[in-house]
């Protein structure tokens, strides 16, 4: 069954690093999206990609995210300089569409800790 | 703005027990509904849906019903097992027409079902 791939599994890194996270959605989905959950909290929305651009974006996505689809199977969000409350759980989803009524298909995260 | 509130867990039952999960919602416009599982170390699995009111989602043993009237979506289990241990996340995507394919969730809750 086809599924959705990220790693690193658990990335550790400095306050003020650059850290990329990595996902590999469903081959022929078309609706990308990053996800985080902070330990204890709601798992929250932080951005929706098609066709190589953002379709929408969450107000916590601010400058220091990015986003980027750079080879046509890997889907990456990029922290420019990470805080300490960027410590969280990130999660991947693909879906064949946008419809609000199609399943979303979810990695098994990345652990970021930010020291 | 939209939102997803779930019951307080975390939730400790017997093998065999009768679930229920309490999840209401504020929405603008007519969302979808979701229930998505978490098993441990692995991504959000979407569980049952329900795109319209009074329509009733069910998978595995697990039901819940629209109520647009009292703006909840219930899980329900009759018959819980060991294997159903997880976190439940209640979702809801596409209210108001400007937000297709975003997922709000719920905080989640914890499950554990001893034998």
């Known amino acids: 069954e086809p599924e959705v791939t990220q790693t690193p599994s658990h990335q550790v890194t400095q306050m003020g690093q650059e850290v990329i996270l990595r996902c590999v959605p469903i081959?022929?989905?078309?609706?990308f999206y990053w996800y985080r959950q902070i330990l204890g909290q709601k798992v929250e929305f932080l951005v929706s990609?098609?066709?190589?651009?953002?379709?929408?974006k969450s107000e916590i996505f601010d400058d220091q995210f990015s986003v980027e689809r750079p080879d046509g199977s890997n889907f990456t969000l990029k922290i420019r300089s990470t805080k300490l409350e960027d410590s969280a759980m990130y999660f991947c989803?693909?879906?064949?569409?946008?419809?609000?009524?199609?399943?979303?298909?979810f990695g098994p995260g990345t652990r970021l800790t930010v020291l | 703005g939209d939102s997803v509130t779930q019951m307080e867990g975390p939730v400790t039952l017997s093998e065999e027990a009768f679930l229920t999960i309490n999840c209401t919602y504020t929405?603008?416009?007519?969302?979808?509904l979701f229930w998505y599982v978490q098993y441990p170390g692995e991504g959000l699995q979407l569980l049952l849906k329900a795109t319209k009111a009074d329509d009733k989602g069910s998978n595995k043993g697990f039901e819940a019903t629209y109520r647009k009237e009292t703006t909840s979506f219930h899980l329900e289990k009759g018959s819980v097992q060991v294997s159903d241990s997880a976190v439940y996340f209640c979702?809801?995507?596409?209210?108001?027409?400007?937000?297709?394919?975003?997922?709000?969730f719920g905080q989640g809750t914890i499950l554990t079902v001893h034998p």
């Open positions: 081959s022929n989905h078309l609706y």
């Open positions: 979702a809801l995507s596409g209210a108001g027409g400007t937000s297709y394919g975003k997922l709000t």
């Open positions: 929405a603008t416009g007519y969302p979808s």
């Open positions: 990609f098609y066709n190589n651009e953002i379709s929408e």
């Open positions: 989803a693909s879906s064949r569409d946008s419809s609000s009524y199609n399943e979303q298909f």
